[in-house]
């Protein structure tokens, strides 16, 4: 087992998990994406019966449409599309080859969720929309932000 690769992106937007495949001269058999600490596959590409490029994807239910291991990417990619806030998690990707031994990746994917609404008001706490001013040049503008929702996972 390698170390754990950690992976960032924004909810609604596309990310993909790398994979290393490819460590030693020897054919995949099986590759298994399980997501948290269930030992349940989300994603398993199985190639026991035939040659890689042949496999057979399958994925649980729950992400059919959102996931897809992309073998043609060096190393190879699960993607996820378009990525959820419940999709910050650790994954691991378990590589089953015809003759070595199983390797496993993990790596966290973190996701921020940008907020919903953002709010601009001067000191006085009026809200402030559009084009703001006239200012002198050279004065100072206090201006206060506040964010709604949007977080780290």
Not at 1 to 21: A, H, L
Request: proline share 5%.
């Amino acid at each position: 087992m390698t170390g754990i690769t950690e992976v960032s992106t924004v909810s609604g937007s596309s990310v993909d998990i790398p994979c290393n495949t490819t460590w030693i001269e020897d054919e995949v058999s099986l590759v298994l994406w399980f997501r948290g600490d269930t030992g349940v596959p989300i994603y398993r590409v199985d190639a026991r019966n035939v040659h890689l490029s042949k496999a057979i994807h399958t994925t649980s239910d729950e992400s059919r449409k959102r996931l897809f291991f992309d073998m043609k990417q060096q190393p190879p990619v699960l993607r996820i599309n378009p990525v959820m806030a419940s999709d910050a998690a650790e994954y691991r990707c378990r590589v089953d080859f015809r003759q070595s031994r199983t390797q496993n990746v993990i790596v966290l994917l973190n996701v921020t969720v940008p907020p919903k609404e953002l709010l601009i008001m001067d000191v006085e706490g009026q809200k402030l929309e559009g084009v703001i001013g006239p200012y002198d040049e050279g004065s100072n503008v206090i201006l206060i932000c506040e964010a709604e929702g949007g977080m780290n996972i």
